[in-house]
């Protein structure tokens, strides 16, 4: 991992910025617009902390000001069908104390308003960061046994848009609170039909 690069800016525009090291490297780097607000001119000095993506057809390099932006970005990557163009977005959009705060009420409506964040993929936003990011209210263990029709993890699942069938399905033999139940609901369902397009890339309804 390249936990931070230092050097000059020689470049930068909205969304990333090029640092030339003192080695001569220049390096393309991602930035969320927050960050990229607040970067020096050309010119100037700058230290941001990294996280490198390696994908089979590229490296991508994102960076961040400050620690906590960046441990928040790798929060919401952990996050089913949540990739570097969503995560980059979110974090732009919403400080890290934020999102914390959104995720702790569960005011997924909050986050809608992120380019590429729509209904279902801020609830799942503040279902899965909530115990990573922000401690949620108490709960009280969920029965275990057969889901009945009254199950708010079932009920959750189908207003996340989820027929009643594969909702049903999702929580099959499941035991825990049910917060973790919805959290383990969700990734079985991606892993049983696989993550929508929508999804993938942020652009769910």
Known sequence: MIHYVRGTVAAREAGRVVIETSGGLGLDVLVPSSTSARLPEPGHPVKLYTHL???EDSWQLAGFLTTEERDVFLALLAVNGVGMKVALAVLGHVKPGGLRTAVAAGDWKALTAVVGVGPKLAQRLVVELRGVLADGPEEIPAATGPTTAGDEVVEGLMALGYTGAEAAWAVMGMEGT???RLREALRRLDSGRGVGA???????G
């Not at 929508?198 to 769910?204: E, P, Q, W």
Request: hydrophobic share 45%; glycine share 8%; charged share 40%.
């Open 198 to 204: 929508s999804d993938a890339d942020g652009r769910d």
């Open 53 to 55: 993506a390696i994908r």
């Open 178 to 180: 049910a917060a973790a």
